[in-house]
């Protein structure tokens, strides 16, 4: 076993992880405060913890309809790619050899290559000729089309090491390529299905700039990040709203944080190549 | 038995290729049409587009040849501001970025509690959303730093940090580092790891000092996690736009505009879809080496490991 010696580096380099999460630690304690008190004393701990701030928020900004929209997208869009992604990786990667694929391969990992910019623009137009913008089946779409290529390019890498004699033998037996895939493929897919899972999910519920472009300013179908970046983010004042509304915003990330760390770590490595 | 047999097995030959296709649309087809849709099709639109005069409402598109793409490299000064911002934020993010994310990374390889939390602490701002870091980033920048410009009297506290084009390009440089070491932090960990402990201890024991030892030994180990962070954090400059579009707005004066947020703004604010697509083509050419640098030098890596 590894002594738990700490050098003069890592101590120094703790203290600054600290200092690191200062900024969301400042807006924590300032989120109990009224204007004046932030204004006034906004480095003091709240001399009370007082919730009336949250919950004037709550219901002026409508946060239940915000969380059922922005929790509708991320379930959505999450169970498209998990189920769809797995299956278009792994007959890419055990038929690489045929030209169909490696086309239909090439189409779904260019986005990964191209910037988003190169895109939006037309995107925004075939939505609005289809009547899909502002809608949030508009916004599910593309959301998941959005998630898709770099979930196919991590699962299909992933696919590459598992040996195919397990799933020959499964022929051998007489089983269906469906079903195949259910009973032999799926299940030693499960690691790298968790972290496209939490990736995704995560990427969803922060995301803004998609749902900006798709639905705007739409109420109905607005997310809440969207909708604190409409009423707060023009060089706001109302600091007493805009604090506990943004703190509730990222409680629901730091909660999945904590405990799917290790599975948004090792996305952190295996989805590098995007950029 | 043998005249039974053959035309079975044409038959089944024909039926096989048949049942081939029918797997590839079962099994390929749904995810490839999500792509198709939002991305690909977009793509070669934009592609039709920028051959065009259009104002992305109006009916009538006006044929105008590569007149687009003349337009921008002759006369348009925007568009060429924002590169040379988008050069400029690119360089200092990627050595900024790189220094800092190396350090702590090297501080925070050891397997033991501290390090784990530590760690935790520096990703966070990589999982919260760019509303919430912006807000924060206000906030600091604003009521907190008039509160202490007030108390203190430090000209620090006092300075206009997003009204003047340089104190802005500082405050988005300090923002996206703070933002993103976490993500090169883990990538530079999962380097450092996989070099083998005794051949520290034994340049250790050869007498170089621990500057020394991580130059000549630490250094070309992690070489394949150095190039990963080096092109993702370069492409990650010249893709610049999400903090852009919720924080800066391009701001003050158009100091902030990158490369992407002048083609965002040239189509919804300006509405020139037609020389916004061709921009767009431009930039994808740009961006498109960077990524094939890129890809080559990841995949090489994956040999190695």
């Known amino acids: 076993m590894e002594r738990s010696r700490l050098t003069k580096g890592t101590v120094i380099t703790l203290i600054i992880s600290i200092l690191w999460l200062f900024p969301l630690i400042l807006i924590f304690i300032n989120s109990f405060k009224s204007d004046s008190e932030i204004l006034n004393h906004f480095l003091e701990l709240p001399k009370k913890l007082d919730f009336s701030y949250y919950a004037e928020t709550w219901t002026k900004f409508g946060f239940p309809k915000l969380i059922a929209n922005t929790l509708l997208y991320t379930v959505c869009t999450v169970l498209i790619v998990v189920l769809l992604a797995p299956l278009a990786a792994y007959y890419l990667e055990r038929h690489k050899k045929e030209r169909r694929c490696r086309i239909a391969f090439s189409l779904i990992i260019l986005p990964i290559m191209v910037p988003f910019q190169s895109y939006m623009i037309s995107l925004t137009r075939i939505l609005g000729n289809i009547g899909l913008n502002n809608t949030k089946t508009g916004y599910i779409l593309v959301s998941a089309g959005l998630c898709m290529p770099l979930a196919v390019f991590m699962i299909h890498g992933y696919i590459n090491t598992i040996p195919i004699e397990l799933e020959e033998s499964a022929y051998i037996d007489g089983a269906g390529k469906v079903r195949t895939y259910f009973s032999i493929v799926l299940p030693l897919l499960v690691p790298i299905l968790t972290t496209v899972v939490v990736l995704d999910a995560l990427a969803t519920w922060n995301d803004v700039i998609t749902n900006q472009l798709v639905v705007g300013s739409n109420e109905a179908a607005i997310n809440m990040q969207n909708a604190l970046y409409m009423k707060f983010s023009a060089q706001t004042s109302d600091w007493s709203h805009a604090l506990p509304g943004t703190v509730m915003s990222m409680v629901p990330s730091l909660i999945f944080f904590i405990f799917m760390q290790k599975y948004i770590i090792s996305g952190a490595t295996s989805g590098a190549v995007k950029g | ?305």
Not at chain 2, 194 to 217: C, H, L, Q, T
Request: hydrophobic letters at 50%; a positive charge.
């Open chain 2, 1 to 305: 038995m043998d005249n039974e047999k053959k035309p079975v097995r044409v038959h089944s030959k024909k039926g096989k290729k048949r049942k081939e296709t029918l797997m590839f649309i079962i099994f390929v087809v749904p995810a490839l049409a999500f792509v198709l849709f939002a991305t690909d099709i977009p793509f070669v639109m934009n592609i039709y587009y920028s051959v065009f005069d259009w104002n992305g409402i109006s009916k009538n598109l006006t044929f105008v040849g590569l007149e687009n793409f003349r337009k921008i490299f002759t006369s348009d000064k925007t568009y060429w501001t924002s590169w040379w911002f988008t050069l400029r934020f690119t360089f200092f993010y990627v050595i900024i970025v790189n220094a800092i994310s190396l350090a702590i990374a090297l501080a925070l390889s050891k397997e033991n509690r501290f390090a784990q939390v530590g760690r935790a602490f520096y990703y966070i701002p990589y999982i919260i959303s760019l509303t919430a870091i912006s807000l924060i980033w206000e906030f600091i920048l604003g009521p907190a730093f008039d509160s202490l410009y007030e108390s203190t009297g430090w000209s620090f506290f006092g300075m206009s940090w997003l009204g003047k084009p340089n104190l802005a390009f500082i405050v988005l440089v300090v923002i996206t580092v703070w933002e993103n070491v976490g993500f090169y932090m883990i990538n530079y960990i999962a380097g450092i790891v996989s070099v083998p402990r005794d051949y520290m201890e034994a340049a250790k024991i050869d007498g170089a000092n621990r500057w020394k030892a991580f130059w000549k030994v630490m250094f070309p180990l992690i070489m394949p996690s150095v190039s990963i962070c080096f092109l993702t954090s370069l492409t990650f400059g010249f893709k610049l736009f999400d903090i852009i579009m919720v924080f800066t707005k391009g701001g003050p004066v158009n100091s902030t505009v990158s490369v992407a947020y002048n083609i965002y703004k040239e189509a919804f604010t300006n509405n020139h879809y037609g020389t916004a697509t061709a921009k767009s083509l431009i930039f994808v050419a740009f961006i498109l080496i960077v990524t094939g640098i890129q890809m080559r030098v990841t995949k090489k890596q994956e040999v190695e490991l």
